[in-house]
């Protein structure tokens, strides 16, 4: 019984390394120019199947000529650099949510232990995009030198030459202009290394004042760092005082993990995903920071939140969206409840292009087989359900997505509220802001947002992987939207106040788009 179970581990080994190999083979080689063709039609085709709103900002012919363009440009290239072609054509449709992903390579065991070994301490720092200038923002404590200095260069490599290569791979929605820069700003780290994962030292050239300098990130091994750690500690002397860590009691972690789930914690960034706090002497101004609309316990946060307000008579209330990229739909919903004293709809039908646009996005997005097994087993009570939701009226499918109306919450904010926006507001969190500025009900402050007014195409993504490059296609297939619609389409939610942060703010740790709001709140 033994050794047939050590056959059959080491059968799944040898399997597991083959495909490994094989698929590194796939990604890395040169394929022929009729493969590549092959992968741009079976793209495009995709596309014109299952994205309900194709042609919403570019006609047709417009796009049909782009992609020709793209088949009559090819030669033999690998995987990646594929991707870099489609992935440009495929941001000029203008849909935020449709977007081309790189291939990576797969590692085996022992390739991954290296990997993880491996530590850069580049990965540390935080990027922010502003006036045409790359600086870091946080570098998490290990260099507060190089906090707010300007990066020139990386490598060699000029910053604007960089950003100018990657623009090209991702858009808004619609011909919003401020998203680039937030996205160039916030995922610069992921961008670069999509093109140079293997290189193991960095140098960047960067300014902070009038001086200019070189810092070099090297990439080192955990385990080697953590042996010169124990070194160090075993030469402290046995009888010195070492703080020894809080252990928390049963109750009370407990408590912290409810209150950890409720704020939505964030176990990477370390930071919550949901705030509040009160700014000033009294509690008449509260500030609610929210990060995004993904996770936590969203609906005891707010009814949490607004029973503090109603207590403490909270007269003004500020809602941070700026670098939220949107979420959940349902708790969008959920926080415009407590918004107004009038029953809403918040979502009109959607438009699909299948009966099935939930079944079909949720599978084609799960890779794990165990994960397509489940979804397949549960597939028919899926679709019973779905089917009720979705109708044929006039020639086109609509899929009848929260579009039931909503009362108010009972502890609905009646004091003064504004938004703060900027071009990272997107997804969910840029339709939240375009249903309460159509409702009149806040003053937004800061620039318009990379989401579009007048909705998305998004919902449920759907995950096509084409066959012989294995570049992958996301994009959106119920076209979400408000009943409140705006003239020209393709524009985000623009500011009542319009107020642009610069270097010199982020130095001087001034927040102008908040402050403006607090001197307006003591003005009146």
Same mark, same amino acid.
């Given at each position: 019984?033994?050794?047939?179970?050590?056959?059959?581990?080491?059968?799944?080994?040898?399997?597991?390394?083959?495909?490994?190999?094989?698929?590194?083979?796939?990604?890395?080689?040169l394929?022929?120019?009729?493969?590549?063709?092959?992968?741009?039609?079976?793209?495009y085709?995709q596309?014109?199947?299952?994205?309900p709103?194709?042609?919403?900002?570019?006609?047709?012919? /417009?796009?049909d000529?782009? #992609?020709?363009?793209?088949?009559?440009?090819?030669?033999?290239?690998?995987?990646?650099? #594929?991707?870099?072609?489609?992935?440009?054509?495929?941001?000029q449709?203008?849909?935020?949510?449709?977007?081309v992903?790189?291939?990576d390579l797969?590692?085996?065991? %022992?390739?991954?232990?290296?990997? #993880?070994?491996?530590?850069n301490? @580049?990965?540390? $720092?935080? @990027?922010?995009?502003?006036?045409?200038?790359?600086?870091?923002?946080n570098?998490?404590?290990?260099?507060?030198?190089?906090?707010y200095?300007?990066?020139?260069?990386?490598?060699?490599?000029?910053?604007?030459?960089?950003?100018?290569?990657?623009?090209?791979?991702?858009?808004?929605?619609?011909?919003?202009?401020? /998203?680039?820069?937030?996205?160039?700003? !916030?995922? @610069?780290?992921?961008?670069?290394?999509?093109?140079?994962?293997?290189?193991?030292?960095?140098?960047? *050239?960067?300014?902070?004042?009038?001086? *200019?300098? &070189?810092?070099? /990130?090297?990439?080192?091994?955990k385990?080697?760092?953590?042996?010169?750690?124990?070194?160090?500690?075993?030469?402290? !002397?046995?009888?010195?005082?070492? !703080?020894?860590?809080?252990?928390l009691?049963?109750?009370?972690?407990?408590k912290?993990?409810?209150?950890?789930?409720?704020?939505?914690?964030?176990?990477?960034?370390?930071?919550?995903?949901?705030?509040?706090? @009160?700014?000033g002497?009294?509690?008449?101004?509260?500030?609610?920071?929210?990060k995004?609309? %993904?996770?936590? +316990?969203?609906?005891?946060?707010?009814?949490q939140?607004?029973?503090? $307000?109603?207590?403490?008579?909270?007269?003004?209330l500020?809602?941070?969206?700026?670098y939220?990229?949107g979420?959940?739909?349902?708790?969008?919903?959920?926080?415009?409840?407590? $918004?107004?004293?009038?029953?809403?709809?918040?979502?009109?039908?959607?438009?699909?292009?299948?009966? /099935?646009?939930v079944l079909n996005?949720?599978?084609?997005?799960?890779?794990?087989?165990?994960?397509?097994?489940?979804?397949?087993?549960?597939?028919?009570?899926?679709?019973?359900?779905r089917?009720?939701?979705?109708?044929?009226?006039?020639?086109?499918?609509?899929?009848?997505y929260?579009?039931?109306?909503?009362?108010?919450?009972?502890?609905?904010?009646?004091?003064?509220?504004?938004?703060?926006?900027?071009?990272y507001?997107?997804?969910?969190s840029a339709?939240?802001a375009?249903?309460?500025?159509?409702?009149?009900?806040?003053?937004?402050?800061?620039?318009?947002?990379?989401?579009?007014?007048?909705?998305? &195409?998004?919902?449920?993504?759907?995950?096509?992987?084409?066959?012989?490059t294995? &570049?992958?296609v996301?994009?959106?297939?119920?076209n979400?939207?408000?009943p409140?619609?705006?003239?020209?389409?393709?524009?985000?939610?623009?500011p009542?106040? %319009?107020?642009l942060?610069?270097?010199? +703010?982020?130095?001087?740790?001034?927040?102008? %788009?908040?402050?403006?709001?607090?001197? +307006?709140?003591?003005?009146?």
């Amino acid at each position: 019984m033994k050794i047939k179970v050590f056959f059959l581990l080491l059968l799944i080994i040898l399997n597991s390394c083959v495909s490994v190999q094989k698929h590194n083979q796939q990604i890395t080689k040169l394929h022929a120019v009729k493969e590549l063709r092959n992968d741009v039609d079976e793209l495009y085709n995709q596309l014109k199947k299952h994205h309900p709103k194709l042609y919403q900002y570019q006609n047709k012919a /417009f796009l049909d000529f782009k #992609f020709d363009s793209l088949k009559q440009a090819l030669v033999p290239m690998n995987s990646n650099d #594929f991707y870099k072609k489609s992935a440009a054509v495929v941001a000029q449709m203008r849909h935020g949510h449709t977007s081309v992903k790189s291939v990576d390579l797969r590692k085996t065991k %022992e390739e991954r232990k290296l990997f #993880f070994d491996k530590k850069n301490d @580049f990965n540390k $720092l935080s @990027f922010e995009y502003l006036q045409k200038q790359l600086f870091i923002t946080n570098t998490k404590e290990k260099d507060s030198a190089l906090l707010y200095a300007e990066v020139l260069k990386i490598n060699g490599d000029s910053i604007s030459n960089l950003v100018k290569k990657y623009k090209k791979r991702f858009t808004a929605d619609g011909f919003n202009t401020t /998203f680039y820069d937030k996205v160039i700003g !916030k995922h @610069f780290k992921e961008l670069y290394k999509r093109d140079y994962n293997k290189i193991d030292s960095l140098a960047l *050239t960067l300014q902070s004042e009038d001086s *200019t300098f &070189v810092k070099i /990130f090297k990439t080192y091994s955990k385990k080697a760092l953590t042996k010169k750690k124990l070194k160090k500690t075993d030469s402290i !002397k046995k009888d010195s005082i070492r !703080k020894k860590p809080v252990r928390l009691s049963k109750a009370e972690r407990r408590k912290r993990r409810k209150f950890n789930k409720i704020h939505g914690y964030d176990i990477y960034e370390k930071t919550y995903t949901r705030n509040l706090k @009160f700014i000033g002497k009294d509690s008449t101004v509260a500030y609610m920071k929210i990060k995004g609309f %993904e996770n936590g +316990d969203f609906e005891t946060f707010y009814e949490q939140t607004f029973e503090t $307000l109603k207590k403490k008579k909270t007269e003004n209330l500020i809602i941070d969206l700026r670098y939220n990229g949107g979420g959940r739909a349902v708790e969008i919903i959920d926080l415009y409840s407590y $918004l107004t004293d009038k029953e809403f709809q918040f979502f009109t039908k959607s438009e699909v292009n299948s009966r /099935f646009p939930v079944l079909n996005a949720v599978y084609t997005n799960t890779t794990n087989l165990y994960s397509k097994i489940v979804v397949g087993i549960a597939s028919p009570i899926i679709a019973t359900y779905r089917l009720f939701k979705v109708k044929k009226e006039d020639g086109q499918l609509y899929f009848y997505y929260n579009t039931k109306t909503k009362q108010p919450n009972p502890l609905n904010f009646k004091g003064k509220v504004y938004v703060l926006i900027n071009g990272y507001s997107f997804s969910a969190s840029a339709l939240l802001a375009a249903y309460i500025k159509a409702n009149k009900r806040a003053t937004f402050v800061g620039e318009e947002t990379g989401g579009a007014y007048n909705g998305a &195409v998004a919902g449920f993504s759907r995950v096509h992987e084409l066959k012989n490059t294995k &570049v992958k296609v996301k994009f959106g297939v119920m076209n979400l939207k408000t009943p409140f619609q705006q003239k020209p389409d393709g524009f985000g939610v623009k500011p009542d106040v %319009e107020i642009l942060p610069t270097l010199k +703010d982020r130095r001087a740790k001034i927040d102008p %788009e908040l402050e403006w709001v607090l001197k +307006d709140i003591e003005k009146k």
